[in-house]
């Protein structure tokens, strides 16, 4: 439970997203995660999670796992490979206020990046992940598969240029809904900045799904601090509309608006046992990833109190 | 601190440029992208003076540097150290000499005049010397050197203004040759005190072109005096003037549309003017106007309007022009005369071999008088202005005419036979020895005494050719024993053609010969109207009076005559003359007989365009080197050249150029001391 030890071995997202190919880019966040997570003390942790249960009677006997017999002399039956992978579908948000960025790189790319990793992540564990890009429509659909060359247009997609003047989040969530029936994960990357009354709804539906969620509310660093001093037109980078803001002067409200906002979704999330990370684009993109399987385990661990199961030995530690 | 090029010190508004730029670059127009502005409410610009004005010393530098440029430019001297011009000077003896002529009456004209003499008068130094004097028709002098001299020299100037305006512009014409001439003696004779004087006469007047200068042209000019112009220029360009068509002529009452001429001004704008009758006294219009076209700087003559009543005394007025000094014409209607003469003789009413055929055709009736011609039969009527006498007379006849004579009066006796020369005889109540005249061929007339009155009119060469009348016979009437007999004219023969014989208080003229076809081809001459009327003339008929007569004119009066202005007051006249000097209508009353006589502005006045001044140049006047002197640009010229020399003697400039070229090096090095830092960070 605690944070990669060396900071060191942390790459800036700034020097990160100065390489182009996002593939590269998810790949070096992946490996470098990976070596940093033989040297962890969590070593053995797996995402993958496979499920037993006990046989009843009427169950295929293809699936009794025979070890498990051997061993404890009960009877649990082990399901297919294919069917306990994980489904996991990527919500990313391609709005135009996705575009802004002042560290010289965009939160979409951050956020892109951050997506890719996860899914190159997921992809070398073998498990099945999908993308939903959206603005305020849906753009991209890509089911979960993990197929190769999936990852390839998987890329493709994420690396599209962001386009949409407004952000609607229910669409893509409801959609999610629709398409997957089979719980699985879901990844919403956004910066959220939409009015959340109906995300709340849609959150609340996903769960109920019993689907696996997270969300990354993604900031840029001048979003959250807000540290500009001059007066200046401030131009809206989805509607164009253009306001004249004294920031030094703005800058008290517009944080207490954004914090209330931030808590407003946070409490969302709470409330639908839904993981909520708020990620500003200065964070190295292993802890953003550290942070998507810290959640995932607390969940796990969580899900574990409520229904004791034969646990799996970890696979992707080997 | 004074300036030559105060103009330049505009160029200091240049200062605002700096400003201006340093404003500019403070206050950019940021637009900032911003992700979503949803968490922003708008605030009002707030402006703060600190981020108005920056740098505050590098825009002091610069607002310095241009506004030394331009005071260097404009070329300052300090005031204190430009001498004065004033003593050391010549001395100057002066005549101003201002115009009263009837076109100072202009608007603002005199006013200008008086001005710009008392400017003079104030600029004159104290040592100097001056007379006034103002000229129209004549000069008057209105303060004499010696009463200048007693003046303090402050008083002097309100002085000339004062006896200015006590005098005012006049009605006459301006004789500016005569003024310039008395004027240039009268400097002449002033004897120098010192060596260098100046004498100088300035005339202030508004130079029209009508100014009269024929006598320059004779004037020999003394060789110190020099003549200046100040020229008043009038504020009204549009003038059109009226004046009677002939000069000197009169009109009857018959004439009710007198012929007239409407000049107007070479640098008149208008066209357009209007005439009409007038009351000659107070000038209210009556009856209906005409519209007159005069093109500038033409004049034509017109018919007037209808006069609207007849007999009463009127005027005629043009307007439509800006001077109204010009615009009146007064017009004295008078009425035809009548003369009566008498013929005592027997020739036939229609007997072309007669002398009575000839005399009632010569004795037509003019619009000016009325010539009754009557037979008189035995009684000469003393009533008669003239009495024509021919044949032989019976005893009564020549009873009455020679009473007629001693009374005074004139007559005229055609010794057209030797039977009439008896009749002679007995008028003169002598006896004179006659004789029929030798004639070869045919006798002329000459050897004329053009002296005497009834030959005066003929004095001219191209009228006194008397040779063409050809005489086939005459009379020689010896003037032995005749005392009081003068020859008037000879026959070529040196026999008496026509004698002047003094009867009593009266004249007898005698003619040796007749005008009948008989006697001489007199008859049909051209002279011989002309010299019955001068005859009649001469025998006192009537008298050519001039009713129509320019301001200035010299009009001569019987004894005892009166002359009076429209409203009954009367004019003052001195010793049998009387000058006009205002125009208007005038009765003139000389016993019982009285007649009116008009008084109009001399047209020359209105001649209102600007005398060439070169003209006075080549009549030999001697102008200073500037043709026309105008004092305040004269003044300014002086000042200016000796503020040009203490400025280029002190060349402040200089000093102020290189502090600026200081400035220019501080404000550079600052600025490039100011952007190092800046430079550094990036």
């Known amino acids: 439970m605690a944070q990669p030890n060396t900071r060191a071995s942390l790459i800036h997202p700034k020097s990160l997203m100065a390489i182009r190919n996002l593939e590269f880019r998810a790949r070096i966040v992946v490996e470098g995660f990976w070596n940093g997570l033989h040297r962890s003390p969590y070593h053995g942790f797996s995402v993958e999670f496979t499920e037993f249960r006990q046989y009843s009677p009427g169950d295929d006997l293809r699936y009794l796992d025979w070890r498990v017999f051997a061993r404890s002399d009960r009877y649990y039956i082990k399901k297919f490979e294919d069917e306990t992978n994980l489904r996991c579908h990527l919500i990313v948000d391609h709005s135009k206020s996705m575009g802004y960025g002042s560290l010289g790189y965009t939160k979409s790319e951050y956020a892109n990046t951050l997506a890719a990793t996860i899914a190159y992540f997921l992809f070398k564990q073998g498990d099945a992940v999908g993308l939903v890009t959206f603005d305020e429509q849906l753009r991209d659909i890509l089911p979960a598969r993990n197929r190769a060359g999936h990852l390839r247009q998987l890329m493709l997609a994420l690396d599209k240029p962001v386009a949409g003047t407004a952000t609607d989040l229910k669409l893509p969530l409801t959609r999610i809904m629709q398409m997957v029936r089979k719980r699985g994960v879901v990844v919403l990357i956004s910066d959220l900045l939409t009015p959340l009354a109906d995300l709340q709804r849609a959150l609340a539906e996903l769960s109920a799904f019993g689907h696996e969620a997270i969300l990354f509310h993604v900031l840029d660093p001048a979003e959250a601090q807000f540290e500009f001093s001059d007066a200046a037109i401030f131009e809206d980078i989805e509607s164009g509309r253009k306001l004249y803001v004294d920031a030094a002067a703005a800058r008290k409200s517009y944080l207490g608006k954004l914090r209330a906002h931030c808590a407003e979704a946070r409490s969302a999330c709470e409330r639908q046992g839904i993981g909520y990370v708020e990620l500003t684009t200065d964070r190295p993109l292993e802890i953003a990833l550290f942070d998507f399987l810290r959640q995932r385990m607390e969940r796990s661990k969580r899900r574990r109190v409520t229904t004791p199961t034969v646990r799996e030995p970890a696979r992707a530690a080997a | ?682």
Not at chain 2, 66 to 84: D, E, T
Not at chain 2, 100 to 115: E, L, Q, Y
Not at chain 2, 421 to 430: E, F, G, T
Request: net charge neutral.
């Open chain 2, 1 to 682: 601190m004074s300036f030559l090029a105060p103009l330049f010190l505009l160029g200091g508004l240049a200062v605002a440029l700096p400003i201006i730029f340093h404003l500019i670059r403070r206050t950019p127009v940021v637009q900032r992208l911003f992700s979503s502005l949803m968490f922003l409410n708008p605030s009002p610009p707030q402006l703060s003076r600190r981020s108005r004005l920056d740098k505050i010393l590098l825009l002091l530098l610069r607002c310095l540097v241009i506004g030394l440029v331009a005071f260097a430019f404009a070329r300052p001297f300090l005031r204190g150290k430009v001498p004065n011009a004033g003593p050391g000077a010549a001395q100057k003896v002066s005549l101003f000499l201002v115009d009263t002529s009837a076109s100072m009456r202009r608007d603002g004209v005199w006013k200008d005049a008086a001005a710009r003499a008392r400017e003079l008068a104030r600029q004159a130094a104290p040592g100097d010397r001056a007379q006034l004097a103002v000229f129209d028709r004549g000069t008057r002098r209105l303060l004499s050197f010696e009463e200048w001299s007693a003046l303090q020299p402050h008083e002097r100037a309100a002085a000339v203004e004062q006896r200015l305006n006590s005098v005012g512009p006049t009605w006459h014409a301006g004789e500016l040759g005569t003024a310039l001439i008395s004027a240039g003696e009268e400097l002449d004779g002033v004897t120098e005190v010192a060596s260098g004087v100046v004498k100088e006469i300035v005339v202030i007047s508004d130079m029209q072109e009508g100014s009269r200068l024929q006598n320059l042209q004779e004037f020999e000019w003394p060789k110190n005096v020099h003549v200046s112009f100040v020229t008043i220029a009038a504020k009204n360009r549009n003038n059109a003037a009226l004046h009677p068509a002939v000069e000197g002529a009169s009109t009857n009452r018959a004439e009710t549309r007198p012929l007239v001429r409407i000049s107007n001004g070479a640098e008149s704008k208008r066209e357009q003017f209007r005439l009409s009758w007038a009351d000659a006294r107070t000038g209210a219009p009556v009856g209906q106007a005409i519209d007159v076209q005069a093109v500038a700087g033409r004049t034509r003559s017109i018919r007037a309007p209808e006069q609207p009543r007849a007999g009463g005394d009127m005027r005629l007025v043009l307007s439509g022009d800006d001077e109204a000094f010009d615009n009146s014409l007064f017009i004295a209607t008078s009425e035809a005369e009548q003369v009566e003469v008498s013929f005592v003789g027997g020739a036939a009413e229609n007997d072309p071999a007669g002398l009575y055929f000839y005399l009632r055709r010569a004795f037509q009736e003019t619009q000016r008088r009325k010539v009754t011609l009557s037979r008189a039969t035995n009684n000469v009527s003393a009533n008669a202005h003239f009495v024509v006498a021919t044949d032989a007379l019976s005893d009564a006849q020549s009873e009455a005419l020679r009473k007629y004579v001693e009374a005074g009066h004139t007559a005229l006796f055609v010794v057209n036979a030797l039977t009439a020369a008896k009749s002679l005889d007995r008028i003169l109540q002598r006896q004179l020895e006659a004789s029929e005249g030798v004639v070869k061929g045919y006798a002329m007339i000459e050897q004329i005494d053009f002296t005497h009155p009834i030959f005066a009119p003929f004095a001219e060469p191209r009228f006194s050719d008397f040779t063409k009348i050809h005489f086939w016979k005459i009379r020689q009437i010896s003037t032995n024993g005749l005392a009081d007999a003068s020859v008037l004219a000879r026959f070529d023969s040196g026999a008496p053609a026509l004698l002047e014989i003094g009867l009593g208080t009266g004249k007898l003229l005698v003619l040796a010969s007749g005008w009948q076809p008989v006697d001489s081809q007199f008859a049909l001459s051209t002279k011989f109207v002309p010299l019955l009327y001068s005859m009649l003339e001469y025998a006192g008929g009537f008298t050519e009076q001039t009713t129509l007569v320019t301001v200035g004119a010299e009009l001569p009066l019987k004894q005892g005559a009166v002359v009076q202005r429209l409203d009954g007051s009367a004019v003052p006249s001195d010793s049998g003359r009387w000058i006009a000097d205002a125009p208007g209508l005038f009765k003139v009353s000389e016993g019982s007989k009285s007649y009116k006589v008009a008084v109009n502005l001399d047209p020359a006045e209105s001649k209102t365009g600007s005398l060439d001044i070169d003209a006075l140049r080549s009549m030999g006047v001697p102008l200073q080197a500037q043709a026309t002197r105008n004092l305040d640009q004269e003044d300014r010229a002086r000042k200016t050249a000796a503020a040009i020399e203490v400025e280029s003697r002190q060349k402040l400039w200089r000093w102020l150029i290189i502090a600026a070229l200081v400035f220019v090096l501080v404000e550079t090095w600052f600025a490039a001391s100011l952007s190092r830092p800046v430079l550094a960070e990036t």
